[in-house]
């Protein structure tokens, strides 16, 4: 059974249309890597599954159950004075479970933000325990035990009782990192997690990420760190334009895309040296 599953979601705003109809599926200890140029979609697409936004259409399941449906609708055709109106129409749209079911649905999806979104005014083990308190009712006792265990599992284990502004960039993200995982969540998503930090802290996430593969987590990582994808992650979406443009094995694509804008995506940035999509 798939872990994640996928259907012909699609997403606008106002007329621009930013995804058309992604459809793909994951399974439990896959990771998966989005890549492609900037305005191509995969934020937009990382909000949908996350549900930081609504997709306009299309089915999204986690661990079996279908959380966002599909629905048709009746839109009221427009009517200008002295014209006939227009003709009602059917429309499919997403159907979403009420607010408070969808908040609890959606901590399946854990997500580590590029710019870290820590509580400057906490410490790092109060930025751990806030949530798996106040959203999943654990006993301080119980979550902080969790925190602690996180944190070594990011290399962190010293820094419990420091705060934000006494961390580096990397550190900040592995903290980032331990609090999602204190959560649970069948997956764990990545907004580029590496956008914000210069090449040495770069690594120390990278490991971390390729550690949690090691342990079996399930990762859905947005990256513009196209050799890294090659290496950890077991499958690539190649999207561009709001489009599936490729989809497979990661180092069979990255190696050999079929398409040619794949190909001129890939070759831009193996020319540049940089490693990501700033050629674009």
């Known amino acids: 059974m798939a872990v994640l599953e996928v259907n012909n979601v ?3 705003f106002g007329d621009l249309e930013v995804l058309k109809g992604i459809t793909f599926s994951m399974e439990k200890g896959e990771v998966l890597a989005v890549i492609g140029s900037s305005g191509g979609g995969k934020t937009t697409l990382l909000r949908c599954l996350t549900f930081l936004e609504r997709c ?3 089915r999204i399941a986690i661990d079996g159950e279908e959380i966002v ?3 048709e609708f009746i839109v009221k055709g427009k009517k200008k004075k002295g014209e006939e109106p227009e003709p009602d129409k059917t429309v499919v749209r997403s159907v979403y479970p009420k607010d408070e079911d969808l908040r609890i649905k959606g901590l399946k999806m854990g997500l580590v933000f590029q710019d870290f979104n820590l509580f400057p005014h906490y410490s790092v083990l109060r930025n751990l325990t806030l949530a798996p308190m106040l959203v999943q009712k654990k006993s301080k006792e119980d979550a902080t035990a969790l925190a602690e265990e996180m944190l070594v599992k990011v290399g962190l284990g010293e820094k419990r009782d420091a705060y934000p502004y006494q961390l580096s960039g990397g550190q900040k993200q592995r903290v980032a990192i331990a609090r999602a995982l204190c959560m649970n969540p069948s997956i764990l998503c990545f907004d580029e997690p590496t956008s914000a930090l210069d090449p040495e802290l770069t690594l120390e996430v990278l490991k971390v990420i390729a550690d949690l593969k ?4 399930t990762m859905l990582i947005v990256t513009h760190e196209i050799e890294f994808a090659r290496e950890v992650a077991d499958t690539v979406i190649f999207l561009d334009k709001g489009v599936v443009l490729e989809y497979g094995d990661a180092k ?4 050999r895309p079929k398409t040619e804008r794949a190909r001129e995506f890939l070759n ?3 020319s540049s040296g940089v490693g990501d999509d700033k050629a674009e």
């Open 214 to 217: 090691k342990q079996g987590v």
């Open 69 to 71: 449906g599909e629905g």
């Open 10 to 12: 699609k997403k606008s």
């Open 268 to 270: 831009k940035i193996v």
């Open 56 to 58: 306009d259409s299309g």
């Open 252 to 255: 069979e694509l990255i190696d």
